[in-house]
């Protein structure tokens, strides 16, 4: 499985950033896929979270990122 792995950072405090790993169900998903789809991913779940800014973003093979 391939998942998106996020850092973002609290706005009102942009030092205290964490990692996020979302993950895609799609077994058969590649890592080309996987940036494809990632900018829309991203815009869902900057939405959820009002927050957070997303600093930097990947994909990985699942498991590497601690879920949050």
Known sequence: M???ALV???????????????????E????MQCLMR??????KWTESHP???VKRWTCRPAGQVAKT
């Open 2 to 4: 391939i998942e998106l």
């Open 8 to 26: 973002v950072c609290l706005a009102a405090e942009p030092a205290k950033c964490k990692d996020v790993g979302l993950v895609y169900d799609s």
């Open 28 to 31: 058969a998903l590649t890592p």
């Open 38 to 43: 990632a900018p829309p991913e991203i815009a």
């Open 51 to 53: 927050k957070w800014n």
